[in-house]
């Protein structure tokens, strides 16, 4: 007999589209990123997104610990502002607290604050005008009240106009000292070759000759500076500038360690002390992604910005107030060896905008720059071919993930695995960050990852929607639509079987409906059910059980399956009671209507139950089986016997103990099981009890007279209870008994048992 080949599947199943799209979106991320970064076709927000990150990373790891003390501030403070006004109203006082913090040997001294206006707004010539005055006004020996009140307003003027001198005296005696430069970074830059003010050329780095480089590749170019004044600056043998730079957001992330003006190249404030904390000289060439100290290359992005690896808050660095500084007798000893920056840090100037701090002193970011370059911890970016790679490795493995292998495993694979992927390239970074001061890239990686997950989940939801209705066509004819469905979603759960869990189960049935059926017609007998099992039904939903079946009017249900719920007990009892509560209104409906009213008995047990598909290979159901359920079955019978609406077994007491009140009624050995078990009936809540504990104690007590075989004490005792509380089922059940006990013989054996299997 001829071979025959088997009919090809379609190209939609042969293909796998959700891997093939997860590659082509990979390929379209990574082009955009380069769009990107080449500024072909800019990304809107990426860029922003981005350092938000990097903005989240320091927040996550927190304030960073100093690697030393070298670095202490000097702080102009809201303290010193009230306590010595001096040092804001005159040069006088500033020059007093240089000197003192000079005569504390200091490492190095940098100054956060300029002395470019005079201090008192006069010009030159009235300066000469007025020291003139005064000398004739001496000189004429004028002794009259006004000339003596002219001559000590000349005096004065004449001395509040030396401070700037004194200032100047104060900077050429205090070595090593640094004093801060402000460049204007925006409007036409100067021309190479302009002239410097008195005293900037000392902020200059060892430099080579100016080359004209493209924009993007040179330092940021001056349009102009504020230095100190020419009387100042000519005392001065260091300088360095404090610029900084603010992003879209007002965030400041970067500083220029170089710029350029007129064609020459200087240095920072913080670069400058650190070179001469090291002693060694600093360098750049024009073009150059770094600066030289010494040996040592600082890694700057294009335009000489070096990255500010924040370490904390206000105060990171040790702090001491200039007023102490200046009520200290002799030099500070805080102060000495130190690396020292003087600088505002009172609550009306000087404050930036940080990733850590929204109001960090502008003193406390140029200490961080300070100790970021003695440690070697600005940040430093990946390049771009770095984020290619990982954008090109999100995109392999979340292909990987669409491996028909693993898709057939469930939708959760692919979630967990993207979510995996994910939570531990975050992790990565956020360690590298930490740890190593490297900034990688997430937000493209992140996005583009997404972008690939989306695409191969569409693209997965279309293509299995195309197969879905292959398997409804090819199974829709013999199976139900239910199972077709669950085949649909998992065709591992059509194999036969189950799982062994603790589960709980009810059974609840209508008494004697029998004999109730045969007095309606069949339609009316159709509505009367549904009008009954309806709001059963609901009931049940509404406490997380699982309707298994109905059983004519009886129903059964699960309680902890097929989800897994831990109070499944207590959800039960809770239906139960709330079943007969029900019942109530639907016999007054019943009533006004003509037909007869109804009573329901409720069997719930808890126990090891087998739970799954049950059945043939041809016709299954979920559901549960085993010795616990049909000892279900048989309390929902007995309460016909003890004429209770509920009884539950030991188990089921045991764990619903809480907010539930039970009573023992009997140990009966049920058709069907050889071991007796505990009956007990579910007579209400705690705040509803249906019986008060005196009833039941007392019932009780005729129990054990009852297993006792103390006939008279037991009838005595259930004879007081009926008093009580008449029509008392399992009262009257014992009661019933006791007749027939008290004429037989029974010998010590006798355990109290009531043995079902008895007609």
Not at 292 to 302: A, M, N, Y
Not at 322 to 351: C, F, I, W
Request: neutral net charge; aromatic residues 6%.
């Amino acid at each position: 007999m001829p071979k025959t080949t088997p009919p090809r599947r379609p190209w939609f199943r042969r293909v796998n589209a959700p891997l093939w799209s997860a590659l082509l979106a990979t390929v379209l991320c990574t082009l955009l990123y380069i769009g990107h970064r080449a500024g072909v076709a800019e990304v809107p927000g990426l860029t922003a997104w981005e350092l938000r990150s990097i903005d989240i990373r320091f927040h996550v790891r927190g304030t960073a610990p100093l690697k030393d003390d070298r670095v202490v501030i000097v702080a102009l403070d809201n303290e010193t502002r009230q306590g010595m006004p001096s040092l804001w109203q005159n040069r006088r006082g500033f020059a007093e607290l240089i000197r003192k913090i000079s005569d504390s040997k200091p490492r190095a001294f940098g100054i956060d604050a300029f002395f470019a206006a005079p201090e008192i707004n006069l010009s030159r010539e009235t300066v000469a005008s007025v020291r003139e005055a005064r000398s004739k006004l001496s000189e004429a020996g004028d002794l009259s009240p006004a000339a003596t009140l002219a001559g000590a307003a000349l005096a004065q003027v004449d001395e509040e106009t030396r401070g700037d001198a004194v200032l100047a005296d104060a900077v050429d005696d205090s070595e090593p000292l640094v004093l801060a430069l402000l460049f204007y970074l925006g409007g036409t830059p100067l021309e190479p070759g302009s002239a410097e003010r008195p005293g900037v050329a000392q902020g200059r780095v060892d430099e080579s000759a100016f080359l004209d480089q493209p924009t993007g590749q040179r330092p940021p170019r001056a349009s102009g500076v504020v230095a100190p004044l020419p009387s100042i600056g000519e005392k001065t043998r260091q300088m360095g500038h404090v610029n900084v730079r603010h992003d879209a957001d007002g965030m400041v992330r970067e500083a220029p360690l170089v710029i350029e003006s007129a064609g020459r190249f200087y240095q920072s404030l913080s670069l400058k002390l650190t070179s001469m904390e090291l002693g060694v000289t600093t360098s750049y060439a024009s073009g150059d992604h770094f600066v030289t100290l010494g040996e040592t290359k600082i890694p700057l992005d294009s335009q000489t910005f070096a990255r500010i690896a924040y370490l904390g808050p206000n105060k990171t660095f040790p702090r001491i107030s200039a007023m102490e500084v200046m009520q200290s007798e002799g030099p500070h000893p805080a102060l000495q060896d130190k690396l020292v920056l003087l600088g505002y840090t009172d609550s009306a100037r000087d404050k930036i905008t940080t990733p850590l701090e929204r109001r960090l002193d502008g003193v406390e970011l140029h200490a961080t720059l300070i100790h970021n370059l003695l440690h070697g911890e600005l940040l430093k970016h990946t390049g771009a071919s770095t984020t290619i790679a990982i954008i090109l490795l999100f995109g392999g493995l979340l292909a990987l993930l669409q491996l028909r292998s693993l898709r057939k495993r469930g939708a959760w694979m692919m979630g967990v695995g993207s979510l995996v992927l994910f939570i531990a390239f975050c992790i990565a970074a956020q360690l590298i960050f930490s740890r190593l001061h490297l900034v990688i890239e997430v937000v493209a990686p992140l996005l583009s990852a997404l972008f690939i997950l989306l695409t191969a989940l569409t693209t997965a939801l279309a293509t299995e929607g195309r197969e879905k209705a292959q398997i409804r066509s090819a199974f829709g004819q013999y199976l139900q639509s239910t199972l077709v469905e669950r085949l649909l979603q998992n065709p591992e759960s059509l194999r036969l079987g189950g799982q062994r869990r603790e589960l709980t189960v009810l059974f609840s049935d209508i008494r004697g409906f029998s004999r109730f059926s045969e007095q309606l017609e069949p339609e009316l007998l159709s509505d009367f059910l549904n009008e009954y099992l309806t709001p059963m039904t609901e009931l049940v939903m509404q406490d997380a059980g699982m309707l298994d079946k109905y059983i004519g009017d009886a129903v059964m249900a699960v309680y902890g399956a097929p989800l897994r719920i831990e109070d499944h007990a207590t959800r039960a009892c809770g239906t139960a009671l709330a079943m007969q509560e029900a019942l109530a209104p639907l016999n007054e409906s019943w009533k006004t209507r003509g037909l007869p009213e109804v009573r329901i008995g409720i069997g719930i047990n808890t126990g090891a139950m087998s739970v799954g598909n049950m059945g043939s290979q041809r016709r299954f159901d979920y559901t549960v089986m085993g010795d616990a359920v049909n000892l279900g079955a048989r309390l929902e019978g007995l309460t016909k016997s003890y004429k209770v609406g509920i009884l539950v077994g030991e188990t089921t007491r045991r764990a619903a103990s809480e907010g539930f009140v039970f009573r023992e009624v009997d140990r009966v050995r049920v058709l069907g099981r050889s071991a007796a078990a505990s009956v007990y009936e579910l007579c209400g809540t705690t705040s509803a009890p249906g019986l008060s504990q005196e009833q039941r104690d007392l019932f009780a007590q005729g129990l054990a007279a009852y297993r006792e075989q103390d006939w008279d004490r037991c009838e005595n005792t259930l004879r007081q209870l009926l008093q009580e509380l008449p029509q008392d089922g399992p009262s009257e059940t014992l009661l019933e008994r006791l007749s027939e006990l008290r004429k037989a013989t029974l010998g010590s054996e006798w355990d109290g048992v009531f043995d079902q299997r008895v007609k």
